[in-house]
């Protein structure tokens, strides 16, 4: 048991803390980076994590579901870590990074796969780094005297035959929307999404004029309003299947949004299948245990045959 609990609630981030004789453990939530989407509550196997839909004033824009975490039953574990889209939360140990149900193997990484080609980059293009909705792509310059530039104006005409592109970008935090890739011209980006799903609007249920989905959608280009039938529509090319904009609907029906597939890297893992079913479905989450069963079966046989792989 902790000598000392703590827990602080600000503005800007939710802390809370374990104080232990050797020991200190905390979990901190970006309240800036969090969307409200409610999957680090859907996986907490403790049911420390809460959402609540916040009240709507006449005339604003609907807020994003307010986060509460209860001290008493969170047990610092790391799976709201792990699992966040938007990177917001994280864990630590005496100040450090440190997830144990990773250490242990006792749940699997998310697969940001998110490649550039950064030889293909126009000089002057900077459409990544604009288009990004979370502000998570930088670009900058390379000179070829190894000098970095960090704004195309500071560069000369000379500098822009010769420098190369660098892109950095902030994986951590990238949900994988893939606008970079969708924006920026061909065969530069490629990203791939880590959460697979179904998103849908029923416009006989969608109330007119209602934008409160579209309001707290963390992604450019996701959601989009119709002037011409008042509605709300579904891009899915963007859509991260967070699910921020299921929670603040305010009719029932209306939207309906349903993951069926994580990316993730290979585990066995029970709190994972609990995990999995809870964010998914029992049905979406048989499918994966028998495709991974299946995986598993080819590979002892090719081992046992002494097949090379293909």
């Not at 195309?152 to 592109?165: G, I």
């Amino acid at each position: 048991m902790p000598l000392r609990t703590i827990k602080k609630d600000t503005a800007e981030a939710l802390k809370l803390e374990w104080i232990l004789h050797v020991k200190n453990y905390a979990l901190t939530l970006d309240k800036n980076r969090c969307v409200g989407c409610q999957i680090c509550s859907l996986a907490c196997p403790k049911e420390a994590i809460t959402f609540e839909k916040q009240a709507k004033t006449k005339g604003d824009k609907a807020k994003k579901a307010r986060i509460d975490i209860d001290l008493a039953k969170c047990n610092f574990c790391g799976i709201c870590d792990v699992l966040c889209p938007f990177g917001a939360v994280r864990v630590t140990l005496d100040g450090k990074h440190a997830l144990s149900v990773l250490e242990k193997e006792s749940f699997p990484q998310l697969i940001r796969d998110i490649q550039v080609n950064e030889s293909k980059c126009p000089t002057e293009c900077v459409k990544c780094e604009e288009t990004c909705p979370l502000d998570l792509i930088k670009v900058s310059w390379v000179t070829p005297d190894g000098k970095t530039i960090e704004s195309l104006d500071s560069l000369t005409e000379r500098e822009k035959v010769n420098a190369k592109v660098k892109i950095d970008i902030q994986k951590d935090f990238c949900p994988c929307c893939r606008v970079c890739e969708i924006k920026c011209p061909e065969g530069i980006m490629h990203v791939r999404k880590f959460v697979h799903g179904k998103i849908t609007i029923d416009p006989r249920r969608c109330p007119e004029n209602c934008t409160d989905c579209l309001d707290v959608c963390p992604i450019t280009g996701a959601l989009v309003f119709s002037a011409k039938d008042k509605k709300v529509h579904v891009d899915e090319a963007f859509c991260v299947y967070c699910g921020a904009c299921k929670i603040v609907c305010p009719a029932d029906g209306a939207l309906e949004l349903k993951r069926t597939g994580i990316s993730h890297s290979c585990i066995r893992s029970g709190a994972w299948n609990k995990a999995l079913e809870r964010l998914t479905s029992s049905v979406d989450m048989s499918k994966e245990l028998k495709t991974r069963g299946s995986l598993k079966a080819r590979e002892s046989v090719r081992k046992r045959l002494g097949l090379k792989e293909d």
